[in-house]
């Protein structure tokens, strides 16, 4: 499996940015796809994931409501939209693939992951 992410970028407070990421060799029977992000200095957090079969999607308390995931089937192709985005929203946004069933905030257990995407909201 080979996850593939772009549309990172430069954008202002209050913009909007739409990530996508490409999953080519996945599997029908693989169980989510998740997007992460980790900022200078930090650590690795969950921002929301979607499970592939039925299309359910899960969020961070911090995006709630300004965050959307999508998936697109027959492209197996998983899309972040980012709107009102502020400058704590910076950093590298990483997708990544959960083959089973489980839980799906932990980073450690998705299996494949993207190479990461720039984001930088400017104040």
């Known amino acids: 499996v080979q996850l593939q992410a772009s549309g990172g970028g430069l954008v202002q407070a209050g913009g909007s940015l739409r990530l996508s990421c490409a999953a080519s060799?996945?599997?029908?029977?693989?169980?989510?796809m998740g997007w992460f992000r980790q900022a200078p200095g930090k650590e690795r957090e969950l921002v929301g994931t979607i499970i592939w079969s039925g299309g359910r999607s899960y969020y961070a308390d911090s995006v709630k409501g300004r965050f959307t995931i999508s998936a697109d089937n027959a492209k197996d192709t998983v899309y972040l939209q980012m709107n009102s985005l502020k400058p704590e929203d910076t950093a590298v946004y990483y997708c990544?693939?959960?083959?089973?069933?489980?839980?799906?905030?932990?980073?450690?257990?998705?299996?494949?992951w993207g190479q990461g995407t720039q984001v930088t909201v400017s104040s």
């Open positions: 990544a693939l959960k083959r089973r069933i489980g839980n799906l905030a932990r980073a450690p257990l998705y299996d494949y």
């Open positions: 060799g996945r599997t029908p029977s693989d169980y989510a």
